[in-house]
């Protein structure tokens, strides 16, 4: 097949057009053309009355080999490369021991179903609920403000992802196409077909818990076993081998491969490893505040007279700026249409985040303003970078009044630094409340400092984002993992054989597609270790 990129034709155009614009692209006739789809749909809205929709399809005509040679100096026009998936290895049948993965995150599920796949019938540890229970003990704390520590938005079946918005892009580098095996097992799962075509796709919270759910069953079915509300305390660790894990209930299981997939909020796992002599190293994060603006302010900056339009949906953005006290602020996990909420892992902490549905149709935009912090303003400790989290999580609970309602202040009051006493125009989503109070003490000072002068220059990109309205709450802490948990050219760590470090709490991914991108290189690196010592 032939692949034509950067296909490039007006917002609302007849069905008819891609046709006619391929035709004219590869100098053929209709009768030439055998078949097209769409591979690939983005939208330009650079100039937002003028927006177009860009196009990669995947074609088959009668003479690829004569349009390739004529067409040879033309970048956009190339083979259809293969996207299709394949296995590494398959699992002997006399294999007597099986691997071992802890955590039910996108990462930890498709290191999972890889090896359940290749025939390895892994053993999957969670120390959480399965999703519909963890869904709703989730709700208790926003609805009723009743917390549950092994069972939240950072832990349970489907991890952190589940509560988000559910965004299915990265921009790591995936020369194999893993990105597009993690795509098609979702809509497999039944995650709607467009996620394959559309270059942001999104599921939404509600239909992740469907296809997390769908996903458990194929992997039971293929001989994997699946064990919620199994914390594993420790990890045995002889002669620098991983041996076995021990549960919470006293449970030992032997294996000498272990995936480590347990998200970036395990702080008590990481702490266990580290003592146990893992080698761990501190890394960099962000920390800072949600801001909520009306989702039609976004909308009519972004798309202007198309706002509105279906195929557009929702706007979103991204920005950054540089602050002359060197600090970096960035938007991080922008949610269109969605909800800011709760999701702490501790009791007696406050931290939040941003959550869609499917349908983006809630009335507020939300994003994290988050400063980029490095291992400098943590020194010491390798695990110092919790410790920090910690407390500002702490001081966040405590101004929002110890009720796990969360501290909030109005953007023009912020940027005044005067308390904020009521909403105006934007009602926050938080819940199970905000406390409206001045957030000049919930980050450090370089941090205030650095989102203070932002939110202005922000404002120039996208008119009214400083809009004195607008809501802050805070705080953003969980943007990554604070810790890096190195690991080898085999995946492994590197001063313990057999285990694999992976995903966002090992710091070797940010999102749900890379999360699941790693954990399928982790899967292989992991089978083809077991085949080599079988």
Known sequence: MLRITELKLPLNHPESAIKSTILVKLGITEADLITYKVFRRAHDARKKNDIHLIYTIDLETKDEKGILLRLKDDPKITITPDTSYRFVTQAPKNLLTRPIVIGTGPCGLFAGLILAQMGFCPIILERGKEVRERTKDTFGLWRKRQFNPESNVQFGEGGAGTFSDGKL?????????????????????????????????????????????????????????????SRVDKIQIENNQVQSVTLTNGETIASNHIVLAVGHSARDTFKMLYESGVYIEAKPFSVGFRIEHPQSLIDACRFGNNAGDPILGAADYKLVHHCKNGRSVYSFCMCPGGTVVAATSEAEHVVTNGMSQYSRNERNANSGIVVGITPDDYPGHPLAGID????????????????????????????????????????????????????????????????????????????????????????ETRTSSPIRIKRNEHYQSINTKGLYPAGEGAGYAGGILSAAVDGIKVAEALALDMIRIK
Request: hydrophobic residues 40%.
């Open 388 to 475: 920090y989290q910690r407390r500002l999580e702490a001081h966040a609970y405590i101004l929002g009044g110890k009720t796990y309602s969360a501290p909030g202040q109005l953007v023009g009051d912020f940027l005044a630094n005067t308390p904020s006493t009521s909403s105006g125009k934007v009602l926050p989503s938080y819940l199970p409340d905000v406390h409206l109070c001045n957030l000049d003490s919930a980050l450090p000072d370089y941090a205030i400092e650095a989102i203070r002068e932002a939110i202005p220059a922000f404002d120039k990109k996208i008119p009214g984002f400083a809009m004195p309205d607008a809501v802050l709450t805070g705080v």
């Open 169 to 229: 892009y990265t921009q790591i580098k995936d020369p194999n196409h893993y990105g597009r095996k993690v795509l098609t097992e979702f809509v497999k799962a039944g995650a709607p077909a467009e996620i394959l075509t559309v270059s942001k796709p999104h599921i939404g919270t509600y239909k992740l818990v469907t296809v997390v759910e769908q996903m458990r069953a194929k992997i039971e079915l293929l001989g994997g076993e699946i064990r919620f509300q």
